[in-house]
């Protein structure tokens, strides 16, 4: 078998792809630094009782408070009936906010029509409509992922709806001249020219949808991180209250960069 032969590149390009390499490295160990700072900050200030760890809890009794909650497998089934709540919710407002797009760019009469109802959905507090969703679907699953889907839904239509009005007008033009319909005009341009900003929608709509579940789980639930951070509101275990934050900005941080990750594999 033939070997392949390895590329050949200057010295200038080796030194070049050497910078960006390095230049990562200092990235990322200027984030760990960062993150070790504040944390070591935050644990000698409550030692020293600077600030009243009490209150302000610290990072080595939040780190006891989910040790103790992993021993006895709360912490495992209270995270996962809220994933699985918030990728429920994540997945229907991104699937329903892409065809609500689609309906709005393939008729401008109904996009005109509807444009002032979804900026009034988008501006309304969504915890406003807590009482009357515990009302229309009881205190379950339903009503805490339909919660999630009303908070992220909105953004997902209208970011989905800029990527499609932001395409190349010329394209346009020319896909119109050879006698494209609508149809093929979504399939062979809009689609492939919004991908940026689908993948800048979901980035968006993660962070709604961790919002949307836990701000249900905290009106109305049995299980969930926002049910534990409601429960120790109310016996005052800010130990509990700062350690499912900490819990739900780690999972928060790691779904967010598989959908980097995704936006690495589709760019190429």
Not at 50 to 64: F, L
């Amino acid at each position: 078998m033939k070997k392949k032969n390895k590329p050949v590149y200057s010295r200038e390009h080796l030194a070049y792809l050497r910078k960006i390499r390095n230049n990562k490295i200092i990235v990322h160990a200027s984030r760990a630094a960062i993150l070790l700072i504040i944390l070591g900050a935050w644990e000698l200030c409550a030692f020293l009782q600077v600030i009243d760890p009490y209150i302000t809890s610290s990072p080595s009794r939040m780190a006891v408070t989910v040790f103790n909650l992993a021993a006895d497998g709360s912490l495992f089934y209270n995270v996962g009936v809220t994933i699985m709540e918030t990728l429920v919710g994540f997945v229907i407002s991104v699937a329903l906010g892409y065809g609500i797009a689609i309906i709005l760019w393939a008729n401008e009469t109904v996009s005109k029509v509807l444009e002032p109802y979804i900026v009034v959905l988008n501006a309304l507090p969504k915890i406003a409509l807590g009482p009357m969703i515990i009302i229309w679907f009881g205190t379950g699953y339903p009503a805490i992922i339909f919660m999630t889907v009303i908070v992220a839904v909105i953004v997902c239509i209208m970011n989905t709806l800029a990527g499609f009005m932001a395409a190349d007008k010329t394209k346009l033009l020319l896909m119109k001249s050879m006698g494209a319909n609508k149809a093929t005009t979504l399939v062979k341009l809009l689609i492939p020219s919004s991908l940026p900003a689908l993948i800048n929608t979901l980035k968006v709509a993660v962070g709604l949808a961790w919002i949307g579940s836990v701000m249900g789980e905290y009106i109305s639930s049995r299980a969930g991180i926002g049910n534990l951070i409601n429960y120790g509101k109310q016996v005052l275990n800010f130990d509990l209250v700062m350690a499912m934050i900490l819990v739900l900005c780690v999972i928060t941080g790691g779904m967010y960069g598989i959908i980097a990750l995704i936006e690495k594999k589709v760019t190429k």
